[in-house]
T-cell receptor, first 114, second 110 residues
C-alpha cells in the first residue's frame, strides 16, 4: 500500500514569503502529525490533526499553521518565512491520535529560506 | 525539564559485531517507546516498539530493552551490516504526542 506522500520534496523560498507543504497519509490513517527537523534541534513537534481538528500543538510561533481535509490530507503553512525556518519538514500518519501506536513518516520536504 | 536523550551522539561498530544504542528518558509516565532509523534523505523508519508493561521485545536482528527503574531504553542490533548505517532515534509517547531524542549516528566499519 502507498506510504505517506509529501510534496514538494524540495523548496527554496525567500525571507518574508509564505509556503504551503502538503501531506497525504496512508489510506485509513486519520491522524497526521508534522515535525520540523534541524541539525541543532532535532525533531520538534509542530502539531497533530485528527478528523480535521487540531488535537495537539507544539511550541512554535503562530506563523506555523496547518489544516486537515475530509480525506485526511493535510497542509502546513508557514508565513513570513525566516532564515531559521530552513529545515526538513516531516509528516507522519497513524491510525489513532496521540502517538500511541507509532507513526509512519514521509520522506519530508526540504525547505531552504534564502 | 523533561527530555528524551541519548548517551552518545555517534557510534562506530565493526561489520558483523553487535551494536547497542542507548537512550535515557525522564518521564516515568511515558508508556510507549519506539526506535526509528533515519537514512540520509529519508524520513524516520519504524524499527521496533515496546510498551511500558514489557522489559524486552525482539524483532528481526533487533532487540529493545526497557529498564523503567533507571528510565533507560536500549536498541541492540545483531550482526551489524553496512545497511544499518543511519541515525537512530528513540521516541516516547508523552503529552499525547511522540517526543524524539537527539539521535545517534551509527557508522559501520568494513
Amino acid at each position: 500500500k502507498a506510504g505517506v506522500t509529501q510534496t514538494p520534496r524540495y523548496l527554496i523560498k525567500t525571507r518574508g514569503q509564505q509556503v504551503t507543504l502538503s501531506c497525504s497519509p496512508i489510506s485509513g490513517h486519520r491522524s497526521v502529525s508534522w515535525y520540523q527537523q534541524t541539525p541543532g534541534q532535532g525533531l520538534q513537534f509542530l502539531f497533530e490533526y485528527f478528523s480535521e481538528t487540531q488535537r495537539n500543538k507544539g511550541n512554535f510561533p503562530g506563523r506555523f499553521s496547518g489544516r486537515q481535509f475530509s480525506n485526511s490530507r493535510s497542509e502546513m503553512n508557514v508565513s513570513t518565512l525566516e532564515l531559521g525556518d530552513s529545515a526538513l519538514y516531516l509528516c507522519a500518519s497513524s491510525v489513532r491520535t496521540g502517538g500511541g501506536d507509532g507513526y509512519t513518516f514521509g520522506s519530508g520536504t526540504r525547505l531552504t529560506v534564502v | 525539564g523533561e527530555s528524551v536523550g541519548l548517551h552518545l551522539p555517534t557510534l562506530s561498530v565493526q561489520e558483523g559485531d553487535n551494536s547497542i544504542i542507548n537512550c535515557a528518558y525522564s518521564n516515568s509516565a511515558s508508556d510507549y517507546f519506539i526506535w526509528y532509523k533515519q537514512e540520509s534523505g529519508k524520513g524516520p523508519q519504524f524499527i521496533i516498539d515496546i510498551r511500558s508493561n514489557m522489559d524486552k521485545r525482539q524483532g528481526q536482528r533487533v532487540t529493545v530493552l526497557l529498564n523503567k527503574t533507571v528510565k533507560h531504553l536500549s536498541l541492540q542490533i545483531a550482526a551489524t551490516q553496512p545497511g544499518d548505517s543511519a541515525v537512530y532515534f528513540c521516541a516516547e509517547t508523552r503529552w499525547e504526542k511522540l517526543t524524539f531524542g537527539t539521535g545517534t549516528r551509527l557508522t559501520i566499519i568494513p
